[in-house]
Each structure stands twice: as structure tokens, then as C-alpha cells.
């Protein structure tokens, strides 16, 4: 099977910076794309970035402040996050597009990783 583990959430001080990592692992054919989501106590879960190998994208509440970038060889995407600001705070998830063992493709999360900056 698939898995994906996320590492590098922590406690932070607003205007700070963490960077979030997630790997992949297990029967993998290929990776479509990784993607970071967050989602604060009470409110739904946030799409932040994406990064298939053509393109990225932003959420324009982290937009010029959180950069997403994957290390192939590693099956491993980073989040960059500076300028940290309270309403930052929330549990972190990656999710992935991909092809695993037996050709099939789908869409894997992982266990979440918790930021908190303090104001």
C-alpha cells in the first residue's frame, strides 16, 4: 500500500517560519501531484498548494508567503510557510495522486502535522 507522513509542524511565533515535509512510500508507480490542505478547529478543511510537474498553485490566503516544492527522487514535497500569522494555525494534511501497484490510481492523505504561532 501507500503512505504518506508528514513531519515539521511545531510552535511558532507569528512572523516566524516552518517548513512541513511529507513522503511518500510504499507500492508507488507514479506520483501525479501533492498537495498541502490545512484545516483549523471548527472550519473545513483548506486547500493550500499544489504541485503536479507542470504547475503550482496557491491559496490567496498564503499566496507570496508559503512556497510548495517536490523532491521527485525522494517522493518527498516541502511547505515552506514564513510570515507565519495566527490564523496559520491548524493541522496540516499532504494528499497525493497516485499510481500504485495493481495500475490503479488514488488520492492518499496523511495523519496531518499540527502548527501552532502564537500571536
Known amino acids: 500500500q501507500v503512505q504518506l507522513v508528514e513531519s515539521g509542524g511545531g510552535l511558532v511565533q507569528a512572523g516566524g517560519s516552518l517548513r512541513l515535509s511529507c513522503a511518500a512510500s510504499?507500492?508507488?508507480?507514479?506520483?501525479?501531484?501533492m498537495s498541502w490542505y490545512r484545516q483549523a478547529p471548527g472550519k473545513q478543511r483548506e486547500w493550500i498548494a499544489t504541485?503536479?510537474?507542470?504547475?503550482?498553485n496557491y491559496a490567496d490566503s498564503v499566496k507570496g508567503r508559503f512556497t510548495i516544492s517536490r523532491d521527485n527522487a525522494k517522493k518527498t514535497v516541502y511547505l515552506q510557510m514564513n510570515s507565519l500569522k495566527s490564523e496559520d494555525t491548524a493541522v496540516y494534511y499532504c494528499?497525493?495522486?497516485?499510481?500504485?501497484?495493481?495500475?490503479?490510481?488514488?488520492?492518499?492523505w496523511g495523519q496531518g502535522t499540527q502548527v501552532t504561532v502564537s500571536s
Open positions: 504541485d503536479p510537474s507542470t504547475s503550482t
Open positions: 510504499g507500492s508507488i508507480v507514479n506520483i501525479y501531484s
Open positions: 494528499s497525493a495522486n497516485i499510481r500504485y501497484s495493481m495500475n490503479r490510481v488514488s488520492d492518499f
